[in-house]
């Protein structure tokens, strides 16, 4: 699936249980909102939440935000049905837990398709599981309808048996390998959330990490990171003011016929022009986003 060219610097997990939760994310400057059925929700209240964001994301009032829903996994109780209503509810993709196969992905995709979901509903993958991450390309590969992968980094510390760094040393294998996965087959690719509320300084080292390894954004659990993720993941105007300049050395230089054109003394080519193009893209974006 081609995904559009909209910003996704934050990505803000919401409990679909927490009505007024719901309510206040519509006045939330994060890029997009994932309504979680899954681990926010206690069992007692899976079917009222299932039904609460149904008809939330229904009503709408979002503006231009992303609306995910995270349905439950397909070995739950509740997956199916989570499956069944958010088909046609008007979300713009379902997250799928603890994806560890191709088939998997088909089998969800069979039961949206059965109960009336559009072939426009996005399929986003999480990868959470030492099997998911091992098995990252086939999963991205498995449908035209995924769109993306986001990782679940806290699952995937637990299962490597790993500690908890402000490096994320023990992760950086896999969340290197997703991003290579994504990358070669056009796929959205988001870093996994930070559980360390009051670390704020470690959250921004994070997301500059995260960004500097080439994650198109984060998702958060806490509406008080916002701010820090979508800085950490927008280009900064110096970056905006270059990209336009490259882009401008680049076309005067074809319209004169030279190969070969300089910005500040440094060789242009193809390659700088193809990232320029991409960062005044984010830009142009992030801008239409915010103007909604």
Sequence with gaps: MVTEARPRRSMLFMPGSNARAIEKAKTLPADGLIFDLEDAVAPDAKVMAREQVCAAVRAGGYGGRELVVRANALTTLWGRDDLAAVATCGAHAVLVPKVESADGVRQVISILTEHGGPDSLAIWCMLETPLGILRAESIATASPRVAALVMGTSDLT?????????????????????????????????DG???????????????????????????????????????????????????????????????????????????????????????VRIAESIAALEAV
């Excluded at 490096?167 to 996965?181: A, I, K, W």
């Design 158 to 190: 637990k299962d490597l048996q790993a500690k908890h760094t402000r490096e994320r040393t023990p992760l950086l294998h896999s969340l290197g390998h997703c991003l290579l996965v994504g990358r070669a087959y056009g796929l959205v690719v988001l």
């Design 193 to 279: 959330v930070h559980l360390e509320l009051s670390d704020d300084e470690g959250f921004a080292e994070v997301c500059r990490q995260g960004a500097e390894m080439g994650f198109d954004g984060k998702t958060l659990i806490h509406p008080k990171t916002i701010d820090a993720a979508n800085a950490a993941y927008a280009p900064s105007p110096e970056d905006v003011a270059w990209a336009r300049r490259v882009m401008e050395a680049h076309a005067e230089a074809e319209a004169k016929g030279q190969g070969v054109v300089l910005v500040d003394g440094q060789l242009i080519e193809n390659l700088h022009v193809e990232s320029a193009q991409r960062v």
